[in-house]
Every structure is written in structure tokens, then in C-alpha cells.
């Protein structure tokens, strides 16, 4: 059974070494004017994630205030 498995796998590589060589060819390789606008899309929430981070961490404890228990360290010496 195991000759078996391996004549099938050797008849799938058979059957697929033509696929193989496109791969390493250029010719998939496509830049077109969109190229450009997905590369933009795809970094944009990237980039945008930190400064929404910062901004809502800023937001809740700017909105928490002062507590009791914390002192202002500009009044010292």
C-alpha cells in the first residue's frame, strides 16, 4: 500500500511540474495602478491602530480625573 501512495504522489508532482515553473517566473507578478491603492489600504488601519490606541487611553483616564490618594507633583520644591 505504500508503493501505492507514492505512485499516486508521483503522478500528482507529474501532473503539476508544469504549474511549478510559472511560479518561479515573473509573469504573475502584476503592478497595475491598483497595486498602489491596495498597498495603501492594507497599511492604513496599521498605521492608524497606535494613534486610536493613544487617543482612547487618553480619553479614559483624562475623563477618570484626579483622585483623592494623588498628589500634584508641581507643588514641591
Known amino acids: 500500500m505504500n508503493h501505492r501512495k507514492c505512485r499516486i504522489a508521483a503522478l500528482l508532482l507529474l501532473a503539476f511540474a508544469g504549474n511549478a515553473q510559472a511560479v ?3 509573469r504573475y507578478l502584476h503592478v ?4 498602489v491603492w491596495h498597498i495603501f489600504l492594507f497599511l492604513l488601519p496599521l498605521v492608524l491602530a497606535p494613534l486610536v ?6 480619553w479614559r483616564y483624562a475623563k477618570r480625573g484626579k483622585g483623592p490618594n494623588q498628589d500634584v507633583k508641581d507643588s514641591e520644591p
Request: charged content about 15%; proline content about 0%; overall charge negative.
Open 24 to 26: 518561479d517566473s515573473y
Open 32 to 35: 497595475t495602478i491598483d497595486t
Open 53 to 58: 490606541l493613544v487617543a482612547w487611553l487618553y
